[in-house]
């Protein structure tokens, strides 16, 4: 299903072979109606992006020595876990 409806019906609209079909009026709707709303990435995958940077922090804040770049690495690992928190919350 696409972020889009049918100009001509107001029904969702899908992509089928590359193609806009809107299925109660056939393969050619005449008008397409854009909604304003950003098209929403999958959750899954925004959790999946959030837990392959929170590996790579891990692994910088094992090799960090120095203490300020520490409490650096250490604050955005909180903010990762607060975003993955809030995925999970939805
Ligand atoms: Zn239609």
Redesign the pocket.
Known sequence: MLPVH?G??K?PLFEFKGKVV?P??GEK?TRVKAEGKPKEAPLGKVEGVLRAKLNTLAKQLEEETDHAKTLELLDRIKSILDALEKLKAR
Do not use: A, D
């Open positions: 049918c001509t019906c029904g809107c109660v009026c709707p």
